[in-house]
């Protein structure tokens, strides 16, 4: 099966920063999205963005399928923005996620 | 248009009885994921159906775990002879068609004492 890398698996921010979460794939995907769960579990859809740029306030996505990768970003980091971020491709297979600590 | 139901939210089950989750997807929605995550883990598949089909169980445990999609009805995830390595959050998603965007349930709580 396709095999997907979320990278950096940990990151630590200090609130007003910006970041880029990835994910790679080992082949190319179809359907994918972006979600977000917050400290309290709940799953939140941020992004269906099987090609092309999306934006949503501070937080944009980019998926370029032909690379195989798509791109999170989160500008302004608020303490809010804290929790894990996945992306999911095909069938609703998820990456393992990256976690983000945004400090005040 | 009300979201993806789950319910019960928590449930508690001695080792040995059995487990019922329920998923009613949102309106018009006939394709349903489960998945289980452990504490500070992510999303594991299990299972993926479509109304009265079973797509893709490859994530499924061979014994004791089943899943079905009514015509009618919500999505089940059964649990039988529950042990203690079950606990764990069971969410659902659900979509229109396999390629469409996909939203969660809230989730169910499942712990066993």
């Known amino acids: 099966g396709i095999q997907v890398e979320q990278s950096p698996p940990d990151l630590i921010l200090q609130e007003g920063a910006n970041s880029t979460l990835r994910c790679n794939f080992s082949d190319s995907v179809n359907n994918l999205q972006w979600f977000h769960q917050n400290p309290w579990g709940q799953l939140i859809n941020l992004f269906y963005i099987p090609s092309g740029t999306k934006q949503n306030g501070r937080l944009s996505a980019t998926t370029v399928a032909t690379e195989r990768y798509s791109l999170l970003y989160i500008s302004s980091s608020q303490t809010t923005d804290s929790g894990v971020y996945f992306c999911?491709?095909?069938?609703?297979?998820f990456g393992a996620g990256t976690r983000l600590t945004v400090k005040p | 248009n009300a979201g993806v139901m789950q319910n019960p939210r928590h449930l508690v089950r001695r080792r040995g009885q059995e487990a019922r989750l329920r998923c009613s997807p949102m309106k018009g929605h006939s394709h349903v994921y489960w998945y289980r995550q452990l504490p500070e883990e992510g999303l594991k598949f299990m299972v993926y159906?479509?109304?009265?089909?079973?797509?893709?169980e490859s994530g499924m445990p061979k014994e004791r775990f089943s899943a079905e999609f009514p015509k009618e009805g919500p999505s089940i995830l059964r649990i039988q002879q529950v042990v203690r390595g079950d606990s764990a959050a069971y969410f659902c998603?659900?979509?229109?068609?396999?390629?469409?965007?996909?939203?969660f349930g809230q989730g169910t709580r499942l712990t066993v004492v």
């Open positions: 159906l479509q109304k009265e089909n079973i797509i893709d």
């Open positions: 999911a491709f095909n069938d609703m297979r």
């Open positions: 998603a659900s979509s229109a068609t396999g390629n469409t965007e996909a939203f």
